[in-house]
């Protein structure tokens, strides 16, 4: 196992700084290895914003949803007032977790010993502290995390010295503000334990040279056009009759996003926003993939989806979603079993790093992003 110093020397990703088609991906190493994870979780997922969901979910004070970032396990909740926060989920008293899953509640209640914490995540009741000494309830509040939102989606930031979050994303808004986010509500999540490092998965959905191979049946080829890009992410471009989001058959789609121009639904956009969120937008819905590391070699996928307001309002919505659901379904699981696939591969003690392809530039961008933050000062 390497040491620290040695993990963060740059001579083991000379490489992998050079230009894409001069490049090599990652030394295998990278996706195997305890000591890198932990220098991962330290230099990247406790340093930059990392998303936890859409504000949709919360609907209403009291709406919950307990999640994490890289393990690290959070409650995102929204208060008496409407306002969407933000707090580590770890009761003050002994660390207890408050929440699991998904739901609602009138206070935060620990299952331990019942202490009660306020929506705004106050202490309100720790029954039996009467004797100890100096005590005082309003030193024992939630500890709060940082949360700041772009159009619905919701990103939280474990170090209080990074910038805001619209710094750290750059140009992104402008390239899909005619999506109308806010306007688009998500109608399904669904999770899958998916054997692989989240880099893995991450480069994958950032290539398309897999496309033709991985997906011949459910999706066909696919041509992306990269993106100019000034911030923590990367994108392309993929014309929609490539990208239709129903499986080949005879049905009708439903309507574009009514605020796109006809120029902007010619194509749909592919976008990685590191370090582990995938988002598309297309002609007429939108969806995600949370990446959600669970150690070096295993993740939890969170795909969410959803469609614009008055889309969910049609008599067939129910109906035809389901093809929809259908098809992201196919293509979810077809590279979800090429990820484990490749996780086997990198493992071996002969594994070494590749060359890339004109066609996995986005590869490079994902590995130049992760090794400029774990060699950054």
Same mark, same amino acid.
């Given at each position: 196992?390497?040491? %620290?110093?040695?993990?963060?020397? @740059?001579?083991?990703?000379?490489?992998?700084?050079?230009?894409?088609?001069?490049?090599?991906?990652?030394?295998?190493?990278?996706? =195997?290895?305890?000591?890198?994870?932990?220098?991962?979780?330290?230099?990247?997922?406790?340093?930059?914003?990392?998303?936890?969901?859409?504000?949709?979910?919360?609907?209403?004070?009291?709406?919950?949803?307990?999640?994490?970032?890289?393990?690290?396990?959070?409650?995102?909740?929204?208060?008496?007032?409407?306002?969407?926060?933000?707090?580590?989920?770890? &009761?003050? /008293?002994?660390?207890?977790?408050?929440?699991?899953?998904?739901?609602? &509640?009138?206070?935060?209640? &620990?299952?331990? /010993?019942?202490?009660?914490?306020?929506?705004?995540?106050?202490?309100?009741?720790?029954?039996?502290?009467?004797?100890?000494?100096?005590?005082?309830?309003?030193?024992?509040?939630?500890?709060?995390?940082?949360? $700041?939102?772009? +159009?619905?989606?919701?990103?939280?930031?474990?170090? +209080?010295?990074?910038?805001?979050?619209?710094?750290?994303?750059?140009?992104?808004?402008?390239?899909?503000?005619?999506?109308?986010?806010?306007?688009?509500? =998500?109608?399904?999540?669904?999770?899958?334990?998916?054997? &692989?490092?989240?880099? %893995?998965?991450?480069?994958?959905?950032?290539?398309?040279?897999?496309?033709?191979?991985?997906?011949?049946?459910?999706?066909?080829?696919?041509?992306?056009?990269?993106?100019?890009?000034?911030?923590?992410?990367? *994108?392309?471009?993929? *014309?929609? $009759?490539?990208?239709? +989001?129903?499986?080949?058959?005879?049905?009708?789609?439903?309507?574009?996003?009514?605020?796109? =121009? #006809?120029?902007?639904?010619?194509?749909?956009?592919?976008?990685?926003?590191?370090?582990? %969120?995938?988002?598309?937008?297309?002609?007429?819905?939108?969806?995600?993939?949370?990446?959600?590391?669970?150690?070096?070699?295993?993740?939890?996928?969170?795909?969410?989806?959803?469609? @614009?307001?008055?889309?969910?309002?049609?008599?067939?919505?129910?109906?035809?979603?389901?093809?929809?659901?259908?098809?992201?379904? =196919?293509?979810?699981? $077809?590279?979800?079993?090429?990820?484990?696939?490749?996780?086997?591969?990198?493992?071996?003690?002969?594994?070494?790093?590749?060359?890339?392809?004109?066609? $996995?530039?986005?590869?490079?961008?994902?590995?130049?992003?992760?090794? #400029?933050? %774990?060699?950054?000062?």
């Amino acid at each position: 196992m390497l040491s %620290i110093d040695q993990l963060r020397d @740059p001579k083991h990703y000379a490489n992998v700084l050079k230009p894409p088609l001069e490049a090599e991906n990652l030394p295998p190493w990278c996706y =195997t290895d305890d000591g890198f994870y932990r220098l991962e979780i330290e230099r990247v997922f406790m340093k930059v914003w990392n998303f936890v969901g859409r504000a949709d979910l919360m609907a209403n004070p009291g709406d919950y949803l307990a999640t994490d970032v890289a393990g690290i396990p959070i409650i995102i909740i929204r208060d008496r007032e409407g306002a969407v926060r933000a707090f580590a989920n770890s &009761c003050r /008293h002994r660390g207890t977790q408050l929440l699991t899953g998904e739901g609602n &509640c009138r206070a935060i209640v &620990c299952p331990y /010993h019942n202490w009660a914490f306020d929506l705004d995540g106050a202490l309100v009741s720790a029954a039996g502290m009467e004797e100890t000494v100096g005590f005082d309830k309003k030193d024992h509040a939630l500890v709060p995390l940082r949360l $700041e939102s772009w +159009a619905g989606f919701l990103f939280v930031n474990f170090d +209080a010295d990074a910038g805001s979050l619209l710094d750290y994303l750059g140009d992104l808004p402008d390239h899909v503000v005619a999506y109308d986010f806010p306007n688009l509500v =998500t109608t399904r999540r669904k999770v899958w334990d998916v054997a &692989c490092n989240w880099k %893995i998965y991450l480069e994958n959905q950032r290539e398309s040279y897999h496309i033709p191979t991985v997906h011949r049946e459910s999706l066909g080829d696919q041509i992306a056009t990269p993106l100019d890009v000034n911030g923590a992410w990367s *994108g392309s471009l993929i *014309g929609v $009759e490539q990208t239709a +989001a129903i499986l080949k058959d005879d049905t009708t789609p439903f309507p574009p996003i009514a605020s796109l =121009t #006809e120029t902007e639904r010619e194509a749909s956009h592919f976008l990685g926003l590191y370090p582990n %969120i995938y988002l598309v937008a297309t002609t007429d819905c939108f969806w995600w993939m949370e990446i959600k590391p669970r150690g070096p070699a295993r993740i939890e996928l969170v795909v969410g989806s959803g469609f @614009p307001k008055e889309t969910i309002a049609r008599d067939d919505f129910d109906d035809v979603v389901q093809r929809y659901y259908k098809r992201w379904d =196919t293509s979810h699981d $077809e590279d979800n079993r090429i990820c484990e696939q490749q996780q086997i591969g990198v493992n071996s003690p002969l594994a070494l790093p590749g060359r890339l392809a004109r066609r $996995e530039r986005g590869v490079n961008a994902v590995d130049r992003w992760i090794v #400029e933050q %774990i060699l950054a000062d």
